[in-house]
């Protein structure tokens, strides 16, 4: 029997980066609380594992590295003492396993250079103390069992009475592996290679599909006929990596242990095998790009359900209806489970950052302790990969500006150690996260002073606007107030990536500060991408979409409710002056003229506070759309997100006006000072 390792690459690398993160995850827990034993056996498991499925595969580099940390591992077990800086050493060689993986994937296969790894690892072992070693426990006294009889087909018997009478022995093996055995299919796969080279496997316990299904519960059971002894069997079968157990039953040719043999008719289902109950659990895996594609068709059904909806409306044929409104119920189902297909718990990226605020923190010399919440919270994959490099920015500003050194907060009277806090939440349809720190917060005149040496603005633009609109420049491109440069922040780059990059989702970014009391920056997202709900505008004869997710309500107000403030008109609702921006004047096209009243959608911008009153000649309605890009040649259009197709076959355009109403009302409200 031949395998071909390269068919279980993918499926070795995907199980190898969950170990990966295993390790990271616990070495963290391990370095906070050092009498953690969860965390301690859940990385010496994990390093075990990966060690025995890198050799399988044929990774010697990866094999013996993981060997090294699994020896440390269990020096710590023994009792060895956990330092920092024994944990930089072990997330240095996480590093290098992740890189060897990248490797692996993208082809280039550069092998890890392990013995500076090993060196260290083994230098840094001989400073911790290992416990005294315990007396090996008294061996458990063995109880004979007889042999299992098992009940075979004719086939079956006929092999073994075959086998018996040629001088060849007969064993039934149960093959157990360990609790933590990843790829069990494999590993039982092996064990029968080994096994076929030493003699004939006459049947298994699952069969072969059950085994290719990953249907081994507690055990593999084996009949195996050979002219091997009962230990040289056991040791084949024990020469796989992972078997826990091997144990090896003979078969004698006395009537008491003789295999019987149990008449079969061809319309029944066998029944002379033993069965093992299997797993109900089963998963596939589907590349990104197939989801996308689904999503696509999804909305080009959608698109065509509408369609359908709009034509039935006009028949007066009540089959056809019902028939449509199954459709419409079919669709609906069918578009949410697309959509719940492509969804991720956001802690596929949230994992990554206790690991950077970590190693950030130690650089920096201070004390940060950072707590995770709602890793469950599950968002778009596309969502989810837009939204790390904006947190990355985030989370580098809190340990590098944010955050003081642990002499300063004492002297201002705080906690030595910072805290920065991390929350995923849900509210409504939308998704909000919150970075949260507990350090020195922005100082408006600190943002004012570089933000008028810079150019950004003038003095006397500077003395009309709030604390809170100064604070918000730190937005802008090349906007920084840090005094030096390091290699986290400071740069002149970040924040603007932050707000750049949520803006284009569809989303928005809100800031709250306080000077020395620390700084949370809250990024309000959409639960997806490709399908969303959209509000459909008239202006200038021309049909546009507007997410309602920059939308909070619709008003109608009279013309004679308009007030003119400065160089510029507003209505007040709800007690709250809102300035009034027209459809027509941002997209530079020609006004329909004026109306007895003012259809007006109160939308913000990028900031969920920036309020402003957009006005259009007319509101359609609400309508699920899916967003198609725009082409190459539009992609630098301002104020355009993409196009999407209506029922009727009509192309229209999405509108992108966060940035816009951010600028325009910045404006507005400077004029009104």
């Known amino acids: 029997m031949s395998l071909d390792m390269e068919q279980y690459k993918e499926e070795f690398i995907d199980e190898a980066r969950e170990h990966i993160e295993t390790l990271t995850q616990s070495l963290l827990t391990l370095e906070k609380d050092p009498t953690n034993t969860d965390a301690l056996n859940d990385i010496f498991r994990s390093a075990h594992t990966l060690k025995g499925s890198s050799g399988m595969m044929g990774y010697k580099d990866l094999q013996d590295l993981a060997h090294a940390m699994e020896d440390i591992f269990d020096g710590l077990r023994k009792g060895g003492q956990v330092s920092s800086d024994l944990i930089d050493v072990l997330l240095e060689c996480i590093d290098a396993l992740t890189t060897r993986l990248e490797s692996i994937q993208d082809g280039t296969d550069e092998k890890i250079e392990t013995e500076q790894f090993v060196q260290r690892l083994h230098e840094i072992s001989k400073q911790t103390k290992e416990a005294p070693k315990k007396g090996k426990a008294a061996s458990k006294k063995k109880t004979s069992k007889k042999p299992e009889v098992s009940e075979f087909g004719e086939k079956e018997n006929n092999q073994i009475k075959k086998a018996l009478k040629s001088g060849n022995s007969c064993f039934l093996l149960k093959v157990k592996f360990t609790d933590d055995c990843g790829f069990k299919s494999l590993r039982a796969n092996m064990v029968l290679e080994n096994l076929s080279k030493k003699g004939k496997i006459v049947s298994t316990t699952p069969d072969k599909k059950g085994i290719e299904a990953e249907k081994i519960d507690e055990e593999l059971k084996i009949v195996f006929v050979t002219k091997s002894d009962k230990n040289e069997v056991a040791e084949c079968a024990k020469s796989v990596c992972e078997v826990d157990t091997v144990q090896v039953n003979s078969y004698d040719d006395d009537s008491s242990a003789e295999p019987k043999q149990v008449p079969q008719k061809e319309s029944e289902p066998t029944k002379s095998k033993p069965t093992i109950d299997a797993k109900t659990a089963q998963t596939v895996r589907v590349h990104f790009e197939q989801l996308d594609e689904l999503m696509n068709l999804t909305g080009e059904l959608v698109i065509n359900k509408i369609a359908l909806l709009q034509m039935t409306s006009e028949l007066k044929n009540d089959s056809l209806r019902r028939l449509t409104g199954n459709i419409d119920r079919l669709t609906a ?133 709030s604390n809170e609109q100064l604070t918000n420049l730190i937005f802008l491109p090349g906007m920084s107030t840090s005094k030096t440069i390091t290699e986290t ?39 997806t991408l490709a399908i969303v709900t959209s509000l459909l505008v008239k202006d200038s004869n021309q049909t546009f979409a507007i997410p309602t997710s920059i939308v909070s309500e619709i008003v109608r107000v009279d013309c004679e409710q308009v007030k003119s403030l400065g160089s510029f008109r507003a209505i007040v609702v709800r007690g709250r002056v809102l300035p009034l921006l027209h459809l027509h004047s941002l997209l530079g096209l020609e006004d329909s003229g004026e109306s007895e009243y003012l259809e007006v959608l109160v939308t913000h911008g990028s900031n969920e506070n920036e309020k402003v009153g957009l006005v259009v000649d007319f509101v359609i309605g609400q309508q699920e759309i899916m967003i198609k890009p725009l082409a190459e040649t539009m992609v630098n259009t301002k104020g355009y997100s993409g196009f999407t197709i209506l029922g009727n076959g009509r192309v229209i355009p999405v509108l992108d006006l966060a940035n816009y109403i951010s600028r325009e009302n910045q404006g507005k409200n400077q004029a009104n000072r």
């Open 489 to 527: 922040s400071g740069r002149g780059v970040g924040m603007d990536v932050v707000k750049t990059k949520t803006v284009a989702l569809g989303g928005s970014v809100n800031m709250e500060t306080r000077v020395g009391m620390g700084t949370k920056l809250s990024l309000r997202l959409p639960p």
């Open 333 to 465: 189902d069918l578009q949410d489970l697309a959509m719940q297909i492509r969804m991720v718990p956001v802690s596929q990226v949230f994992d990554r950052f206790p690991r950077l605020v970590r190693d950030l923190s130690r650089k920096k010399g201070k004390k940060i302790n950072m707590i995770v919440e709602g890793r469950d919270i599950e968002v778009d994959r596309t969502v989810l990969d837009e939204i790390g490099q904006p947190l990355i920015h985030i989370i580098r500003n809190s340990v590098d500006h944010g955050i003081e050194q642990p002499e300063e907060r004492k002297t201002a009277g705080k906690n030595p150690t910072g805290t920065l806090k991390l929350v995923a939440k849900r509210k409504g349809e939308q998704v909000i996260i919150e970075v949260e720190d507990d350090g020195a917060g922005i100082n408006p005149e600190k943002v004012k002073n570089s933000a008028i040496k810079k150019g950004f603005i003038s003095e006397a633009e500077a003395a009309a606007m």
